[in-house]
Nanobody
Framework: QVQLVESGGGLVQAGGSLRLSCAAS????????MGWFRQAPGKERWFVAT????????YYETSVKGRFTISRDNRKNMVYLQMNSLKPEDTAVYYC????????????????WGQGTQVTVSS
C-alpha cells in the first residue's frame, strides 16, 4: 500500500509562489491517480487538482486554474503542486491523495491521504 507525505508548505506573501511535494512509498505509485485537496479553518476539504496515472489527464478547480500546476514523476514516486500568484484565500492545509482508477474531484473517491501541509498566504 502507498503511504503519502507532503512537504513544502509555509508562509508566503500574496503574489508569491510555493511548490508542494508529495512523496509516495511503495512500488505501485504509478497505478494511482493523484489529487491535491485543501481545507481552510472551519470549512470542508475541497478539490484543487488531479492527475491521472500517466499524466495524460489533468483537472483543476476553477479558482486555481492558470495559477497552479500539478505534475508527477513516477520514477521518483512524487507528485507536485506548483502554486503561483498566491492569494490570501489560498490559505489552507493542503493534502495529497491517491486513488486507484481514473481522476476524480471528489474527496470520498480517494483511498489514501497524507497528513497535510499548511500554506499561509499573507496580504
Amino acid at each position: 500500500q502507498v503511504q503519502l507525505v507532503e512537504s513544502g508548505g509555509g508562509l508566503v506573501q500574496a503574489g508569491g509562489s510555493l511548490r508542494l511535494s508529495c512523496a509516495a512509498s511503495g512500488r505501485t505509485f504509478s497505478s494511482y491517480a493523484m489529487g491535491w485537496f485543501r481545507q481552510a479553518p472551519g470549512k470542508e476539504r475541497w478539490f484543487v487538482a488531479t492527475i491521472s496515472r500517466t499524466a495524460d489527464t489533468i483537472y483543476y478547480e476553477t479558482s486555481v486554474k492558470g495559477r497552479f500546476t500539478i505534475s508527477r514523476d513516477n520514477r521518483k514516486n512524487m507528485v507536485y503542486l506548483q502554486m503561483n500568484s498566491l492569494k490570501p484565500e489560498d490559505t489552507a492545509v493542503y493534502y495529497c491523495a491517491a486513488r486507484t482508477g481514473t481522476v476524480s474531484d471528489i474527496s470520498a473517491h480517494y483511498e489514501l491521504w497524507g497528513q497535510g501541509t499548511q500554506v499561509t498566504v499573507s496580504s
